[in-house]
T-cell receptor
């Protein structure tokens, strides 16, 4: 069984400030981890993913995340927030090796960026 | 990257009617497709997983006779909401994974979603 916990359903930052969105997971096997972004009335767009190898993963739009096995975390960061970053962010986990790579999502974090 | 489309993007229907939503993979062969449901300000809930040519596997609590899923080809899956009621109003999102040439795509690519409103 696997699960994802996103701490903070709503995060508000000022434009130019650091963005930190928290994600903790539980998985009985080494996981694959993902961060997705969703704009209103749209589907999900992949920001970045961790599968194996380097634990610091860089994604699109200046976002990055670090896989910390000891902390079972995969927090998403961006050094300087932009107004266009305002959206809903979802962390997800899957167990590699399964035939379908079924994703389990966190409840999401709404990011607002203030001018 | 791989592209997944959905049609229609929005649909409004009367209570008791059936609605079909299409999900297509445009540039890869989708051996597996997933259907999700998302209520306002909530996360995605997996409804079912379908492998091409096989019956869909439904998650616990999802009525398979109400949400009919067909995955008859490697590029198309359909979700039919039968005898729709207002409580079926939601945002439905599909995703797909599969192969492109000789490469296996081990991540899900998501469609843009379909907003269903049942009056």
């Amino acid at each position: 069984a696997q699960s994802v916990t996103q701490l903070g359903s709503h995060v508000s930052v000022s434009e130019g400030a650091l963005v930190l969105l928290r994600c903790n997971y539980s998985s009985s096997v080494p996981p694959y981890l993902f961060w997705y972004v969703q704009y209103p009335n749209q589907g999900l767009q992949l920001l970045l993913k961790y599968t194996t190898g380097a634990t610091l993963v860089k994604g699109i739009n200046g976002f990055e995340a670090e896989f910390k096995k000891s902390e079972t975390s995969f927090h998403l960061t961006k050094p300087s927030a932009h107004m266009s970053d305002a959206a809903e962010y979802f962390c997800a986990v899957t167990s590699p090796g399964g035939s379908n790579y079924k994703l389990t999502f966190g409840k999401g974090t709404l990011l607002t960026v203030n001018p | 990257g791989a592209v997944v489309s959905q049609h229609p993007s929005r649909v409004i229907c009367k209570s008791g009617t059936s609605v079909k939503i299409e999900c297509r993979s445009l540039d890869f062969q989708a051996t597996t497709m997933f259907w999700y449901r998302q209520f306002p300000k909530q996360s995605l809930m997996l409804m079912a997983t379908s492998n091409e040519g096989s019956k869909a596997t439904y998650e616990q609590g999802v009525e398979k006779d109400k949400f009919l899923i067909n995955h008859a080809s490697l590029t198309l899956s359909t979700l039919t909401v039968t005898s729709a009621h207002p409580e079926d109003s939601s945002f439905y999102i599909c995703s797909a994974r599969g192969t492109s040439g000789s490469n296996t795509i081990n991540e899900q690519f998501f469609g843009p979603g379909t907003r269903l409103t049942v009056l």
